[in-house]
């Protein structure tokens, strides 16, 4: 291992799919409204993927310090947790990150103006409190909620504004499917997680309401997301180019029969599988809405 691919594995690269998305969307919106301006959405972009960086650094860095991350862990490496870097180096990282997000972010304020400080400033302190600081919001419960806001209607709202200079309705509502495929990325994971998360006192809801909460709020998820779609479409804010997302439905059922037949390290391949999901219907859903 060396240290390249350490750190290109710390950044869990195959998670960015969630920051790229959200960016899609909103750049996707912004195009059909004829207000797209590519420096913008550009940093947009690079903003988005550097918080997602640093969370993903600086849950690895708490995960291991709070005895979430053992040699019992179910789920894919983890950089501090197998020793491939330091936990100074990961949180250093984390920092670095953070840092050039919010230099991005200066840009965009001087674009978009005062709104992008509250919400550059809101980003970053959610993407450390994810698992840093007295109340980590992923061991109160929070982190599901965490993912939607963020993930879903600051990440394509917070797009669409540093283009369009406002927000509408229909960028909001298609924030929605976005956020909510990030949420069952994580209903996966801390489903497969349970045992250890209890453990380790991280009370995600699938600790606090069992497995069947999880595949419940997975299976919300996924359906949820699916109505969006046919509903900006018959509502007249999409085109009905919109449904083209529907067909990325069908490769919901592989992790849904994994998710309901499975449990422990056989998880990883429904988590897997959700990204998949979540970067097809997120492409053709930008791509239905550029219409």
Not at 102 to 127: D, E, K
Request: include cysteine; charge should be positive; aromatic fraction near 12%.
């Amino acid at each position: 291992m060396t240290p390249v691919q350490a750190w290109f594995l710390a950044t869990r690269p195959r998670t960015l799919v969630a920051g790229i998305v959200p960016v899609a969307v909103g750049s996707a919106l912004a195009y059909r409204d004829q207000v797209f301006s590519l420096l913008p959405a550009s940093a947009a972009l690079v903003g988005a993927l550097f918080i997602q960086i640093g969370t993903n650094l600086v849950n690895d860095y708490f995960d291991f310090k709070r005895g979430a991350d053992t040699v019992d862990r179910l789920g894919p490496p983890r950089a501090t947790q197998q020793g491939w870097l330091t936990p100074r180096a990961v949180f250093t990282g984390a920092m670095v990150c953070f840092g050039l997000a919010f230099t991005v972010g200066l840009y965009l304020v001087s674009v978009a103006g005062w709104p992008l400080v509250v919400i550059g400033l809101c980003s970053l302190a959610a993407g450390y409190a994810y698992t840093g600081g007295p109340f980590p919001l992923a061991y109160n419960g929070l982190g599901d909620v965490f993912v939607l806001v963020f993930f879903g209607f600051v990440a394509v709202g917070g797009t669409y504004f540093v283009q369009a200079h406002g927000l509408t309705t229909t960028a909001l509502l298609a924030a929605v499917p976005v956020g909510l495929l990030g949420v069952a990325l994580l209903a996966v994971n801390n489903t497969r997680d349970r045992q250890t998360d209890a453990a380790a006192g991280k009370k995600t809801l699938v600790v606090r309401f069992g497995t069947s909460f999880g595949k419940a709020e997975y299976v919300t998820c996924l359906v949820v997301s699916a109505l969006v779609p046919p509903v900006l479409w018959l509502s007249g804010a999409a085109s009905p180019f919109v449904m083209l997302s529907w067909l990325a439905l069908p490769l919901a059922v592989p992790p849904l029969k994994v998710l309901f037949t499975q449990s422990g390290a056989a998880l990883n391949a429904a988590l897997a599988a959700t990204a998949r999901l979540q970067m097809i219907f997120g492409v053709l859903f930008a791509a239905g809405l550029s219409r």
